[in-house]
């Protein structure tokens, strides 16, 4: 069985730095940044752990090729995006659930 994927963007607490990222399992993963699980990572050193865009896909390899589109996009188009999909800037986060993922 094929499993979905989920590209998003996480912010830290200013909206100064952005991270893009890719993962099947998006609850599991953005707890992993809040955490810090991986001390020396990009998100842990930035504080970044504001998810504040996702994006699901039917197969993980549709979310890379997304990842990939967005790591190329001037900054100004992702603070566009992130603006239409969430203008507050508010963390997704908390408003995820199993039912918004299936």
Known sequence: M???GCVYILSNYTHEVLYIGVTSDLLFRIKEHKEKVYASSFTAKYNCNILVYYEQFASIEEAI???KQLKNWKRQWKLNLINDFN???EDLFHK???????
């Open 2 to 4: 094929e499993l979905g």
């Open 96 to 102: 995820l659930d199993q039912e918004t993922l299936t």
């Open 87 to 89: 203008p507050n800037w």
């Open 65 to 67: 090729n997304k990842e």
